[in-house]
């Protein structure tokens, strides 16, 4: 019985991954995970996913939390309870700006959207924050129906996406 929920729960996971990727490589053009670029403060900042998509540049923080999420854009803490846990973690949404922030300091005339991406296994009951999206909400907003109007508006940014890059690039190297 025990392997039994032991595979149903990793293939749950596998299949929640794979609707991940297949969402991200849907609305993306180009991605860039894990990249660190400079903060505009002698710093520098890490992303998790950048993607390159017919609106724009977007960052996606994914939140793989399971339960009922209490949070809201005044709120310093947010709480997940679930069946098994309750846990407390700081508004992401802080962090979320700052990369924003840092993204636009390099490619100033490109729109930059960020997105903290819920997982399926996450409710908001109360209500769902700015900037907080789940797969199919991020699908309805940054998918682009027309691909070939989607491939036009992709080279209008590519420029400042080679900025992006080379950023990456030469933060990596300090």
Not at 13 to 28: A, D, F, N, T
Not at 152 to 162: C, L, Q
């Amino acid at each position: 019985m025990a392997l039994l929920l032991l595979a149903w729960v990793l293939y749950r996971r596998r299949m929640r991954g794979g609707r991940l990727q297949r969402v991200l490589k849907e609305i993306s053009h180009d991605r860039l995970d894990g990249v660190v670029i400079p903060n505009g403060d002698d710093g520098e900042i890490q992303i998790d996913h950048l993607l390159l998509t017919s609106q724009g540049l977007l960052i996606v923080d994914i939140k793989d939390a399971v339960g009922t999420v209490f949070g809201s854009d005044k709120m310093q803490d947010w709480a997940v309870i679930s069946k098994e846990r309750r846990y407390t973690f700081p508004n992401p949404q802080a962090a979320l700006y700052d990369r924003i922030a840092a993204v636009r300091h390099i490619v100033r005339q490109v729109p930059v959207e960020g997105r903290l991406l819920f997982l399926d296994a996450a409710e908001f009951t109360k209500g769902v924050p700015d900037l907080v999206s789940d797969l199919d909400t991020l699908l309805e907003e940054f998918g682009e129906p027309d691909k070939n109007a989607a491939k036009f508006k992709v080279e209008a940014f590519k420029p400042h996406w080679d900025l992006i890059r080379k950023a990456a690039l030469n933060a990596g190297s300090r």
